[in-house]
């Protein structure tokens, strides 16, 4: 496993910092995290899906911007990582990340619970879902591992900006 590039994301997200006037949750986690597990779910992002303030056009824009800087952040990683050794081990870990967020999806996102209690489509919100998942009980990453790293210095709660 590569590992993540929290440098190009700083950066990515401080040039987005100045349009970002109110009403952005913080990026550290926390909407990722479920506290009564006491487990990092991932590392935050950036949640406007309520933006609406100081007015339409503002908020817009950022829309906009998040999309305008995408790729200038994203391209380089994949670039320095597309020849990174991916095997078995790899996979299996990424289906088991997956099925983490398949849990969240289902128990926290509001968007898919407000889908389920109002009777949508359970076939429309599932598929949104990763087609492939494992689940594991109680699962620790091995000691040293690229998968332990990822959890001792990404998983964690902090302040990327």
Known sequence: MG???????????????DL???????????KFRRDSW??????????????????????FAVQQSVGDHFLSAYVPILERRKDTPYGERERDFQL?????YVEFNLVIDRGTIFG????????SILLSMPPL?????????????AE???YEEFLVLKDWV
Not at 20 to 30: A, S
Not at 96 to 100: E, F, I, S, T
Not at 116 to 123: F, I, P, Y
């Open 116 to 123: 389920l209690q109002t009777n949508g489509r359970t076939e």
């Open 38 to 59: 006491e487990r990092p779910e991932g590392g935050g992002g950036i949640f406007f899906d309520d933006l609406s303030v100081p007015d339409f056009d503002t908020a």
């Open 96 to 100: 088991y990340r997956r099925g983490r």
């Open 133 to 145: 998942v494992k689940w594991r009980y109680d699962w620790h990453p091995e000691k040293c591992s």
């Open 3 to 17: 590992g993540f590039d929290s440098a190009a994301v700083r950066e990515y997200l401080l040039e987005l910092q």
């Open 148 to 150: 332990a790293k990822l």
């Open 20 to 30: 970002i006037v109110t009403r952005l949750e913080q990026v550290d986690g926390k």
